[in-house]
């Protein structure tokens, strides 16, 4: 068994245990937040509320990463072995990067050009949309694994992983999909509006690619149980 596995299952830890699960339900509201806002943005075209969402999701990232240097200082407290440290650190630091993506995303549509936006195609739109719904679909998925760490079996672990990895093949191909209407769809916007969506874009498809870094990560511990 991995030594991080004996480390949460320890009577002692369970402080750990709990601050992991916080973070991670802290990152998965994040998230949630950043498809709220940009469903106000398209579907509803209300800017003020999008824009009001946008600013709690740089506030929810910023707790999450209160909970994230809680859980470091603890580490570096602890009187564990190296490899606990290093293992938990890693998956801390994993799950952070999701809500550090979406955050970076929010940031952008708070000074974004909204007129320049809602110029771009309808199916841009729609597409943008679902990358942003899956990316909750996805990490809701990691919030499971996560969750589970230590009771769900080697093959609902990989299942889960799967589950992801399609859910970011599918994101990864309506980012291309997006791609491929914009360069060949010239709407008379500011050149340095277009720079900032393809960021926003960019930056959604990391909610994803994180996710999946997560589940990668969570199954390569479950196979390290076993030894």
């Given at each position: 068994?991995?030594?991080?596995?004996?480390?949460?299952?320890s009577?002692?830890?369970?402080?750990?245990?709990?601050?992991?699960?916080?973070?991670?339900?802290?990152?998965?509201?994040?998230?949630v937040?950043?498809?709220?806002?940009?469903?106000?943005?398209?579907?509803?075209?209300?800017?003020?509320?999008?824009?009001?969402?946008?600013?709690?999701?740089?506030e929810?990232?910023?707790?999450?990463?209160?909970?994230?240097?809680?859980?470091?200082?603890?580490?570096?407290?602890?009187?564990?072995?190296?490899?606990?440290?290093?293992?938990?650190?890693?998956?801390?630091?994993?799950?952070?990067?999701?809500?550090?993506?979406?955050?970076?995303?929010?940031?952008?549509?708070?000074?974004?050009?909204?007129?320049d936006?809602?110029?771009?195609?309808?199916?841009?739109?729609?597409?943008?949309?679902?990358?942003?719904?899956?990316?909750?679909?996805?990490?809701?998925?990691?919030?499971?694994?996560?969750n589970?760490?230590?009771?769900?079996?080697?093959?609902?672990?990989?299942?889960?992983?799967?589950?992801?990895?399609?859910?970011?093949?599918?994101?990864?191909?309506?980012?291309?999909?997006?791609?491929?209407?914009l360069?060949?769809?010239?709407?008379?916007?500011?050149?340095?509006?277009?720079?900032?969506?393809?960021?926003?874009?960019?930056?959604?498809?990391?909610?994803?690619?994180?996710?999946?870094?997560?589940?990668?990560?969570?199954?390569?511990?479950?196979?390290?149980?076993?030894?």
């Open positions: 068994m991995s030594s991080l596995f004996k480390f949460f299952q009577r002692n830890q369970e402080s750990a245990i709990n601050k992991t699960l916080v973070h991670m339900q802290k990152v998965l509201e994040c998230v937040e950043y498809e709220k806002a940009v469903s106000y943005l398209i579907d509803e075209k209300n800017i003020d509320l999008a824009l009001k969402v946008f600013f709690r999701v740089d929810v990232e910023h707790q999450a990463d209160g909970i994230r240097r809680n859980i470091l200082n603890m580490l570096s407290k602890a009187e564990i072995a190296p490899t606990i440290r290093e293992n938990l650190i890693h998956l801390t630091q994993r799950i952070d990067d999701i809500a550090n993506a979406a955050n970076a995303g929010a940031r952008i549509f708070i000074y974004m050009n909204y007129n936006f809602l110029k771009l195609d309808e199916e841009v739109h729609k597409k943008f949309l679902e990358m942003a719904r899956i990316s909750v679909d996805s990490v809701k998925k990691v919030n499971i694994m996560v589970k760490l230590l009771t769900a079996t080697e093959e609902e672990i990989h299942q889960l992983g799967e589950e992801i990895n399609i859910l970011e093949h599918k994101c990864d191909e309506l980012r291309h999909g997006i791609n491929r209407i360069v060949s769809n010239n709407p008379d916007i500011n050149p340095f509006s277009a720079i900032e969506i393809h960021n926003c874009v960019s930056t959604l498809e990391a909610v994803t690619d994180n996710a999946e870094d997560v589940a990668d990560y969570i199954i390569m511990l479950t196979v390290a149980k076993k030894t």
